[in-house]
């Protein structure tokens, strides 16, 4: 085999493994990475990512109020921005909100500049709504590989990732029951579940919340935001 082949084959594999390691939910090359908790106590985080949306803010609100727990949202900038009093109240209810970057665009192969301009602004929105707390970052699609982690050690953020995702493991049309069938037999006690409600198709996710919560407590768990649950790590 020639030495170009080689080398072709060579680069093709780091290739593919650099890929892969940047969407691992447990790995990043430099800072802080959560993905779930160590601890023997029965609690868990309830994460939403994306929007928030005009269309779907106040139905999950109210689910929560309903159920009588604290969730925590990554929010995306741009959708703060058009969605301003959504972001308040969300951030009024007394849930945790997060930063999942301003364009939810992919951070793999973006320079440093890009993603600090990403971050930067969506922090100041969140700010700006009237949030107090630590602010963490949950990066778009889970990627992350080399600019984003970098950055993110240097300002000393954290990234929030999760352990119990449903909806990539399940049919696009599982129904509410399979979705929380899922995120009951896998949460263990420190756990971090990933949801999406903040769009119409998601309809099913948005169903699975009261079943989710209602099963998980009848087995002692309690829901804590994504701050209560490091706070609690053994
Ligand atoms: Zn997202």
């Known amino acids: 085999m020639s030495k170009i082949i080689k080398l072709s084959a060579l680069v093709l594999i780091i290739f593919i493994a650099l890929w892969q390691l940047s969407k691992n939910e447990k790995f990043q090359f430099f800072g802080n990475l959560i993905d779930r908790v160590e601890t023997t106590e029965k609690v868990v985080a309830l994460t939403f990512d994306d929007g928030p949306t005009r269309l779907k803010t106040k139905e999950i609100l109210q689910i929560l109020d ?77 990627k992350k590989l080399f600019s984003l982690p970098y950055y993110l050690n240097n300002n000393n953020i954290t990234t ?9 493991y399940l049919d696009k049309n599982a129904s509410a029951s399979d979705i929380s069938d899922y995120v009951v037999q896998n949460t263990k006690p420190g756990s971090i579940i990933l949801l999406h409600v903040m769009f119409k198709s998601r309809g099913n996710s948005m169903a699975a919340v ?20 490091i706070g609690s790590s053994a």
């Open 210 to 229: 009261p079943l989710i919560v209602q099963q998980l407590k009848d087995k002692g768990y309690r829901f804590v935001t994504v701050s209560e649950l």
């Open 160 to 168: 929030v990732t999760w352990d119990v995702e449903p909806e990539t």
């Open 66 to 142: 309903e159920s009588e727990i604290k969730a925590t949202f990554y929010l995306v900038g741009k959708a703060i921005e058009e969605n301003i009093q959504e972001t308040k109240n969300i951030i009024d209810k007394g849930h945790e909100v997060g930063n999942h970057s301003y364009t939810h665009q992919r951070m793999v192969l973006k320079s440093y500049n890009f993603v600090a301009d990403e971050l930067e602004k969506t922090n100041e929105l969140i700010t700006e709504a009237g949030y107090k707390g630590e602010i963490h970052f949950r990066p778009p699609y889970g």
